[in-house]
T-cell receptor, first 112, second 107 residues
Framework: NAGVTQTPKFQVLKTGQSMTLQCAQD?????MSWYRQDPGMGLRLIHY???????DQGEVPNGYNVSRSTTEDFPLRLLSAAPSQTSVYFC???????????FGPGTRLTVT | AQRVTQPEKLLSVFKGAPVELKCNYSYSGSPELFWYVQYSRQRLQLLLRHISRESIKGFTADLNKGETSFHLKKPFAQEEDSAMYYCALSASEKLVFGKGTKLTVNP
């Protein structure tokens, strides 16, 4: 029972490159979300999903895409990386937004 | 739109002293509020939620709808309480976090 996993743990990209951050859960949770954590800015919601096939935007969705083809996986895609996307990214899962969120270990992304 | 404000970026107290981490929210509906904590090199985890009205690790938080606040309190801080604390509000299928308060408990 792995809970919530994220890969990779660390990543360095050059401006303009694309990549996908992976998030997987084995808790059978319907609700999944992506946050970025920046110093002095706290956690900001990027995108979220209330179930397979359903996604919606959070506070800071620009520059990011998501899809939810299965209950278990919720990948976050950076289409054309920018230095402003340097951050720590957290995936979280739960039964819903009003329930306890279970966070992954995070992915530290640096864009040069 | 919902908003969470944590006015203190940093809070430093001595061991054994009372501690209060402030959280104010803005939401027109009935709020569901949470406190999450992130200890050094650990994942974010739920500390407590207002609906359960319980005390976790000596911390309590009371929802004050009149003042739109959900302050986190502990009467006697311990060194192991040093961490980053986030207040969060659930509304309209979203969970929105404040900017966080870094608590340092000095020996």
């Amino acid at each position: 029972n792995a809970g919530v996993t994220q890969t990779p743990k660390f990543q360095v990209l050059k401006t303009g490159q694309s990549m996908t951050l992976q998030c997987a859960q084995d808790m059978n949770h319907e609700y999944m979300s992506w946050y970025r954590q920046d110093p002095g800015m706290g956690l900001r919601l990027i995108h979220y999903s209330v179930g397979a096939g359903i996604t919606d935007q959070g506070e800071v969705p620009n520059g990011y895409n998501v899809s939810r083809s299965t209950t278990e996986d919720f990948p976050l895609r950076l289409l054309s990386a920018a230095p402003s996307q340097t951050s720590v990214y957290f995936c979280a899962t739960s039964r819903g937004p009003s329930y306890e969120q279970y966070f992954g270990p995070g992915t530290r992304l640096t864009v040069t | 739109a919902q908003r969470v404000t944590q006015p203190e970026k940093l809070l430093s107290v001595f061991k054994g002293a009372p501690v209060e981490l402030k959280c104010n929210y803005s939401y027109s509906g009935s709020p569901e509020l949470f406190w999450y904590v992130q200890y050094s090199r650990q994942r974010l985890q739920l500390l407590l939620r207002h609906i359960s009205r319980e005390s976790i690790k000596g911390f309590t938080a009371d929802l004050n709808k009149g003042e739109t606040s959900f302050h986190l309190k502990k009467p006697f801080a311990q060194e192991e309480d040093s961490a980053m604390y986030y207040c969060a509000l659930s509304a309209s299928e979203k969970l929105v976090f404040g900017k966080g308060t870094k608590l340092t408990v000095n020996p």
